[in-house]
């Protein structure tokens, strides 16, 4: 069975401040990775998704992560932080993408 | 970029009573529509999935007879809590997907937050 933990619920940041959001999981097969994004009031958006090939990939609003087969991680990172990031951040693994598991999300709040 | 509606966004209701919630694919037919739902500080959890004219697949300790499951048409998803109790209370989340080239991407609708009082 899948499992993702997020291990950070809330991050607060200051603006310009770099970033990382982390993000583990648990399976036997191979899968493929997600991270959304929350902003209040609003339905989840892919910032970015991980099914094969390069290990790190590019997403909307500079976001970038990377997939980690040994550690059964894949990280999300912003070099650089701006207001409009404060949001929540859930990632999640699916096998077949007719199942998705999500993470507990984690609250980026930016500060100025 | 495709867009899922809910509807309605909150809702009261009291015990025993039931609640409709109607999800919607504005600009894109959607083969596969999701609900799941959200505890407080606790991921979504999928509670069924539905395909267009086909009876939905629930998740294990879901009852299928309490959240009842209506994917009539390519845009238009519905699921009725029966006989709502205040445990039922919690944030309903619906995604859709369109399929085909398409099969990886969910598109979330915004969510509808029931208190069953």
């Known amino acids: 069975a899948q499992s993702v933990t997020q291990l950070d619920s809330q991050v607060p940041v200051f603006e310009e401040a770099p970033v990382e959001l982390r993000c583990n999981y648990s399976?036997?097969?191979?899968?493929?990775l997600f991270w959304y994004v929350q902003y209040p009031n609003q339905g989840l958006q892919l910032l970015l998704k991980?099914?094969?090939?390069?290990?790190l990939v590019k997403g909307i609003n500079g976001f970038e992560a990377e997939f980690n087969k040994s550690q059964t991680s894949f990280h999300l990172r912003k070099p650089s932080v701006h207001i409009s990031d404060t949001a929540e951040y859930f990632c999640?693994?699916?096998?077949?993408?007719?199942?998705?598991?999500f993470g507990s999300g984690t609250k980026l709040n930016v500060k100025p | 970029g495709a867009v899922v509606s809910q509807h309605p966004s909150r809702v009261i209701c009291k015990s025993g009573t039931s609640v409709k919630i109607e999800c919607r694919s504005l600009?894109?037919?959607?083969?596969?529509m999701f609900w799941y739902r959200q505890f407080p500080k606790k991921s979504l959890m999928l509670m069924a999935t539905?395909?267009?004219?086909?009876?939905?697949?629930?998740e294990q300790g879901v009852e299928k007879d309490k959240f009842l499951i209506n994917h009539a048409s390519l845009t238009l998803s519905t699921l009725t809590v029966t006989s709502a109790h205040p445990e039922d209370s919690s944030f309903y989340i619906c995604?859709?997907?369109?399929?085909?080239?398409?099969?990886?991407?969910?598109?979330f609708g915004p969510g509808t937050r029931l208190t069953v009082l």
């Open positions: 995604s859709a997907s369109s399929g085909g080239a398409s099969t990886d991407t969910q598109y």
């Open positions: 399976s036997s097969v191979s899968v493929y």
């Open positions: 991980y099914l094969s090939g390069s290990t």
């Open positions: 999640a693994v699916s096998y077949n993408f007719n199942k998705f598991y």
């Open positions: 600009d894109f037919q959607a083969t596969t």
């Open positions: 539905s395909n267009e004219g086909s009876k939905a697949t629930y």
